[in-house]
């Protein structure tokens, strides 16, 4: 059949959404009977609800029971009795990760490409599938799955342009319309208030990754002006699709689950944990598997949301009390010879509590151990000279002449330091390295490989910090409490830690080393002010900063 003839056939009767995604010609997905059904409520066809229910539960059966019960037709549609009546304009698929979600967009946006009516265009005007992500690199993964059934007969007969794989633009490519017309499948940025998405007519957008786009009140680039800039541009039979693993329930599409879930119509809101869409991937071993990961973590919604398709805690205690308490002792420690000691501060100098602690790896026990802990709370305020000179003192008790801080009037602390004999490095603490760091603390909680001194207020610092899911990732917060704390110890423990663990052990030596070392350090001490000495430091606190 020539291309003349098969355009002529596909204006008559286009592909079913179910022949682009299962079709040998097209993408080829060995679709299970959830998928297929998907395909059949995006094209407003029948199917068969009572056997598609009968077929998830049977399938259930094989699994742990908190992914059986969500293997039912009355959970990933809304209800019992709910079913899809009409062809919406709106699906948010809100799935497990590793479910087919992306590829079903895709196909998706091929099928609408085909389909849609281009008889009210003028000439001059063209058409735009848009894929939209977090970030442009992300939407490529999508525009990949183009790329791949590039290859298959249907669609290499719809591509303007190469039809080579490994030559097609790493931002789309152009179908021709049954009407002669050109539809190009792209990469697109959402930009501000939606602006790259204005000035065409649309013929489908898939907005991947939705459930993780902020909202107008959260940022500027945000999913409810992207979706604005394109509803009103939508072509007679065009599609929005929204593919989303769920994240934090706020945001765009927790209210759209929130406000169509259970009522199917223009907006469709299918719900279904990953071996609902998937069983082929994930087994009930696969599935087990995830659950005892996320069980060994402390706060790990991982198993919660890419499995079982629910939405993530939105703010969790990053530690327990019973756990906190397994690592705390009470006094401080002496230092001892060999050891290396680390510092850490949060300065503050009104609202809040300046902390300092002090620690290293103990030999004794291997673990980091904190040292010292100490805080000045402010009155009418706190001389910044004064505690700076102290923070000095106690360091050099601990023979450490280096203390972390983050950037709060770093410059300033760290030339009233060098004044008194103290470096002063100001950490990067960024949301990404905060969120490390008390990561990496939590973890060395739980496992109890810190130790960490019981001072006032230092417990209940760490115990009200607060893990956040955000549409953004992940974020780490400090409540501020009525008598003005900020969970001001927290910061400091956790630069510490972090630095601290990546310690190794001090090796165990003799009571003849033990007698050397000390001497050597006597004479260290003695002759601190000696140029070679000065210099020494020097070089020790550049090695630090690099």
Same mark, same amino acid.
């Given at each position: 059949?020539?291309? #003349?003839?098969?355009?002529?056939?596909?204006?008559?009767?286009?592909?079913?959404?179910?022949?682009?995604?299962?079709?040998? @010609?097209?993408?080829?997905?060995?679709?299970? *009977?959830?998928?297929?059904?998907?395909?059949?409520?995006?094209?407003?066809?029948?199917?068969?609800?009572?056997?598609?229910?009968?077929?998830?539960?049977?399938?259930?059966? =094989?699994?742990?029971?908190?992914?059986?019960?969500?293997?039912?037709?009355?959970?990933?549609?809304?209800?019992?009795?709910?079913?899809?009546?009409?062809?919406?304009?709106?699906?948010?698929?809100?799935?497990?990760?590793?479910?087919?979600?992306?590829?079903?967009?895709?196909?998706?946006?091929?099928?609408?490409?085909?389909?849609?009516?281009?008889? &009210?265009?003028?000439p001059?005007?063209?058409?735009?599938?848009?894929?939209?992500?977090l970030?442009?690199?992300?939407?490529?993964?999508?525009?990949m =799955?183009?790329?791949?059934?590039?290859?298959?007969?249907?669609?290499?007969?719809?591509?303007?342009?190469?039809?080579?794989?490994?030559r097609?633009?790493?931002?789309?490519?152009?179908?021709?319309?049954?009407?002669?017309?050109?539809?190009?499948?792209?990469v697109?940025?959402?930009?501000?208030?939606?602006?790259?998405?204005?000035?065409?007519?649309?013929?489908?957008?898939?907005?991947?990754?939705?459930?993780?786009?902020?909202?107008?009140?959260?940022?500027?680039?945000?999913?409810? =002006?992207?979706?604005?800039?394109?509803?009103?541009?939508?072509?007679?039979?065009?599609?929005?699709?929204?593919?989303?693993?769920?994240? !934090?329930?706020?945001?765009?599409?927790?209210?759209?689950?929130?406000?169509?879930?259970?009522?199917?119509?223009d907006v469709?809101?299918?719900? !279904?944990?990953?071996?609902a869409?998937?069983?082929?991937?994930?087994?009930p071993?696969?599935?087990?598997?995830?659950?005892?990961?996320?069980?060994?973590?402390?706060?790990?919604?991982?198993?919660?949301?890419?499995?079982?398709?629910?939405?993530?805690?939105?703010?969790?205690?990053?530690?327990?009390?019973?756990?906190?308490?397994?690592?705390?002792?009470?006094g401080?420690?002496? *230092?001892?010879?060999?050891? =290396?000691?680390?510092?850490?501060?949060?300065?503050?100098? &009104?609202?809040?509590?300046?902390?300092?602690?002090?620690?290293?790896?103990?030999?004794?026990?291997?673990?980091?151990?904190?040292?010292?802990?100490?805080?000045?709370? *402010?009155? @009418?305020?706190?001389?910044i000279?004064?505690?700076?000179?102290?923070?000095?003192?106690?360091?050099?008790?601990?023979?450490?002449?280096?203390?972390?801080?983050?950037?709060?009037?770093?410059?300033?602390?760290?030339?009233?330091?060098?004044?008194?004999?103290?470096?002063?490095?100001?950490?990067?603490?960024?949301?990404?390295?905060?969120?490390?760091?008390?990561?990496?603390?939590? #973890?060395?909680?739980?496992?109890?490989?810190?130790?960490?001194?019981?001072?006032?207020?230092?417990?209940?610092?760490?115990?009200?910090?607060?893990?956040?899911?955000?549409?953004?990732?992940?974020?780490?917060?400090?409540?501020?409490?009525?008598?003005? &704390?900020?969970?001001?110890?927290?910061?400091?423990?956790?630069?510490?830690?972090?630095?601290?663990?990546?310690? *190794?052990?001090?090796?165990?030596?003799? @009571?003849?080393?033990?007698?050397?070392?000390?001497?050597?350090?006597?004479?260290?001490?003695?002759?601190? @002010?000696?140029?070679?000495?000065?210099?020494?430091?020097?070089?020790?606190a550049?090695?630090?900063?690099?």
């Amino acid at each position: 059949m020539g291309l #003349i003839a098969v355009l002529e056939a596909r204006l008559a009767e286009p592909a079913t959404l179910e022949e682009v995604l299962t079709g040998d @010609d097209w993408f080829g997905l060995p679709a299970s *009977p959830l998928q297929r059904a998907l395909c059949r409520w995006a094209d407003g066809l029948a199917v068969d609800h009572e056997a598609l229910d009968g077929w998830l539960r049977e399938t259930g059966r =094989h699994y742990a029971p908190d992914v059986a019960e969500r293997m039912t037709l009355a959970w990933v549609l809304g209800g019992d009795g709910v079913r899809v009546t009409q062809r919406p304009t709106e699906i948010v698929l809100l799935a497990g990760i590793r479910t087919g979600k992306t590829k079903f967009a895709e196909a998706l946006m091929v099928a609408r490409s085909q389909s849609v009516d281009m008889t &009210r265009l003028d000439p001059a005007e063209y058409v735009i599938a848009h894929t939209v992500s977090l970030k442009l690199q992300l939407a490529r993964v999508a525009i990949m =799955h183009l790329h791949a059934a590039g290859a298959r007969p249907c669609i290499q007969e719809l591509i303007v342009g190469s039809t080579e794989p490994d030559r097609f633009p790493p931002d789309g490519l152009t179908l021709r319309h049954p009407s002669g017309r050109e539809v190009r499948l792209q990469v697109s940025h959402g930009g501000r208030a939606g602006g790259g998405l204005v000035a065409t007519w649309v013929s489908g957008v898939t907005f991947d990754e939705a459930g993780r786009m902020v909202g107008e009140e959260d940022g500027v680039i945000n999913l409810d =002006h992207a979706r604005s800039a394109v509803v009103q541009r939508l072509l007679d039979g065009a599609q929005i699709v929204y593919p989303t693993s769920p994240w !934090a329930p706020i945001g765009p599409i927790h209210r759209m689950v929130t406000e169509h879930h259970g009522r199917p119509g223009d907006v469709l809101v299918v719900r !279904a944990p990953a071996p609902a869409l998937w069983p082929g991937e994930w087994t009930p071993e696969k599935c087990e598997r995830a659950r005892e990961r996320a069980r060994r973590e402390v706060n790990d919604d991982s198993y919660r949301m890419d499995v079982l398709g629910e939405w993530g805690t939105p703010e969790t205690a990053m530690f327990g009390d019973v756990e906190l308490a397994a690592v705390m002792r009470r006094g401080e420690l002496e *230092p001892v010879v060999g050891e =290396h000691y680390y510092a850490a501060m949060d300065p503050a100098s &009104r609202g809040n509590a300046w902390t300092l602690v002090i620690g290293g790896v103990r030999r004794e026990t291997g673990k980091a151990t904190m040292y010292s802990a100490r805080q000045w709370i *402010p009155g @009418d305020g706190l001389s910044i000279g004064d505690v700076v000179r102290e923070v000095a003192e106690l360091c050099r008790r601990y023979r450490c002449d280096l203390v972390r801080t983050d950037q709060w009037a770093a410059d300033a602390i760290a030339e009233l330091g060098r004044a008194v004999g103290l470096t002063v490095i100001d950490e990067a603490w960024t949301a990404a390295n905060k969120v490390d760091a008390f990561d990496g603390l939590r #973890i060395a909680v739980r496992e109890r490989q810190v130790e960490l001194v019981a001072a006032a207020n230092l417990r209940d610092d760490l115990l009200r910090v607060r893990r956040v899911l955000t549409g953004s990732g992940v974020s780490i917060r400090l409540p501020e409490t009525s008598d003005g &704390r900020h969970c001001d110890y927290a910061p400091a423990v956790a630069m510490w830690a972090r630095v601290a663990m990546d310690q *190794p052990a001090p090796l165990a030596c003799s @009571d003849t080393a033990l007698d050397g070392a000390l001497r050597i350090e006597a004479e260290a001490e003695a002759a601190e @002010d000696r140029p070679e000495v000065t210099g020494w430091r020097q070089r020790r606190a550049d090695r630090a900063r690099s």
